[in-house]
């Protein structure tokens, strides 16, 4: 077995006896993306040289008898948080050559823990999209079909952890892009609870939606990073003064008397079969492990997509308004002020960034708002209610994470609304702020990953590990690699 296809808690054992050292884990990583990156395109900047210096480092305190939960882990994070002196681009022309001179939160955690930074990963600009397409730089391949994207917007995490290019990841959240991309690649996304994790230092996409959560190659090494990046940050005033439990404490419990929750609104027309079928063997496995199944409704389902277009995208025009040319960033010269700010946005800003930001600044005018963008945070409200009372019978909601597996480059680039449904199962989580996490449940005709998503209470992610993990160690999908 190659060091760099086994997960975090492996690593860390063999690690921890001395069998072999930091160093030797990097450099298996960078063989791997020597040999695969062409292929899969994961990345946007590859940190050879810190992640060496890192694992020296690790190495070193280890022999010290310093012991650090990550020491000497090689990990990937979404290029949309700032690593100090490590290009931070957004996947974004307007950001190509902005190189961040703090840390965030989570990064900043991480290296507390002795991390190895393995390189920053590809996405849709400003994390906007759900196939990678849309990166200003490049696309990202799935790695169990070259042909195909790897999901979005945290593609390039997704990918990379897939293809073993690295040993887990970061991505970000904000309508689906951790649970999605990590569906359609065949390995475990979580999105926290709003307010879990810290977002000093994510950049800003819609700040009421968005959150930082692991991808990782099993549900264990998924607890164990969850441990090591959240917790209430005085930076940011929405992360949640809440006590942060030892999250792999839930993982090995029983699941006997749980409470499934299956709601009808998740199994309509336009779900894929292969994924149903899978979905509905996965409601079975965790029967049989002796949860039992119920059917809930969540009524407001079908309105999520329509309030989410509306909130994610005024948020993200008053976000984005900052990028101007004159702080940071890519700059084109204009004769004032006022032509080098529609120069700059014009030639930096993507096709997609610039509909979501004329489409938010729509919502937010003045005779518009109240019919769009109020009306919709009312919405809001009501499809939070729903998983209130859904939970009030319920300890976790069991979904599909995506409508269908992995689709063809290409296939949904010209018709943006249908590029938008591809996180119909995803958004309504962000909407309640709740935590959702994608594990691997099996595979359609083609051999393409299909997610089982599993719902969870305010800030109850113990009971989602503890369901996914039960899931998982009763079935092998999370063992299956892509050939590559
Ligand atoms: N695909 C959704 C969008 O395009 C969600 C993206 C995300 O979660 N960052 O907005």
């Not at 499934?260 to 063997?281: C, H, N, Q, S, T």
Request: with cysteine.
């Amino acid at each position: 077995m190659e060091l760099h296809s086994l997960g975090i808690a492996e690593l860390r054992r063999m690690l921890d006896k001395g069998e072999i050292t930091a160093k030797d884990v990097v450099s298996s990583v960078c063989s791997r993306i020597d040999a695969v990156e062409e292929k899969i395109k994961a990345y946007v900047t590859i940190t050879r040289e810190e992640a060496f210096a890192m694992a020296e480092e690790a190495d070193r305190e280890r022999a010290g008898g310093v012991k650090k939960a990550l020491s000497g882990i090689p990990l990937a994070i979404k290029d949309n948080m700032c690593t100090r002196g490590v290009p931070t681009t957004c996947s974004s022309k307007i950001l190509k050559n902005f190189v961040p001179p703090y840390e965030s939160t989570v990064t900043a955690k991480l290296k507390e823990r002795g991390y190895v930074l393995s390189g920053k990963t590809n996405l849709d600009e400003f994390a906007m999209g759900s196939s990678t397409e849309n990166s200003g730089f490049h696309t990202t391949n799935n790695p169990w079909d070259t042909e195909r994207i790897p999901g979005g917007s945290s593609g390039g995490s997704a990918a990379a952890v897939a293809a073993d290019e690295c040993i887990a990841a970061l991505g970000s959240d904000t309508g689906g892009s951790i649970r999605q991309p990590a569906a359609l690649c065949g390995v475990v996304g979580m999105k926290p609870t709003y307010g879990r994790v810290s977002r000093y230092g994510l950049v800003a996409f819609a700040s009421s939606l968005d959150q930082i959560g692991p991808i990782t190659k099993n549900v264990t090494d998924c607890a164990i990073l969850l441990n090591a990046i959240s917790g209430r940050d005085l930076r940011d005033c929405t992360s949640a003064p809440v006590e942060v439990p030892d999250f792999t404490a839930a993982i090995g419990k029983e699941i006997k008397g749980m409470k499934i929750g299956v709601p009808k609104e998740y199994f309509i027309e336009g779900l894929d079969p292969a994924v149903e079928r899978a979905v509905r063997e996965a409601i079975g496995k965790l029967e049989s492990l002796g949860a039992t199944a119920v059917d809930v409704s969540l009524p407001h389902t079908g309105y999520a997509v329509a309030t989410y277009y509306v909130l994610a995208t005024s948020e993200a025009s008053s976000n984005l308004a900052r990028y101007d040319g004159v702080k940071y960033g890519f700059r084109a010269e204009g004769k004032d002020l006022v032509d080098t700010y529609m120069k700059t946005r014009a030639a930096g800003f993507g096709p997609e960034v610039k509909r979501r930001i004329m489409l938010g600044t729509y919502a937010l005018s003045s005779g518009y708002y109240d019919a769009y963008y109020k009306k919709a945070q009312q919405v809001r409200t009501l499809i939070k209610d729903d998983f209130e009372k859904a939970f009030r019978e319920v300890d976790v909601i069991v979904t599909p994470t995506s409508p269908t597996a992995a689709f063809r480059r290409g296939e949904k680039t010209d018709d943006p609304l249908q590029m938008y449904l591809a996180d119909i199962f995803t958004i309504s989580v962000n909407l309640a702020g709740v935590p959702g996490i994608s594990v691997p449940c099996g595979f359609t005709a083609e051999g393409l990953p299909v997610g089982l998503q599993l719902i969870g209470r305010h800030f109850d992610e113990e009971t989602l590990l503890t369901a996914a993990f039960a899931y998982e160690q009763s079935t092998d999908w999370h063992a299956r690699k892509p050939a590559l």
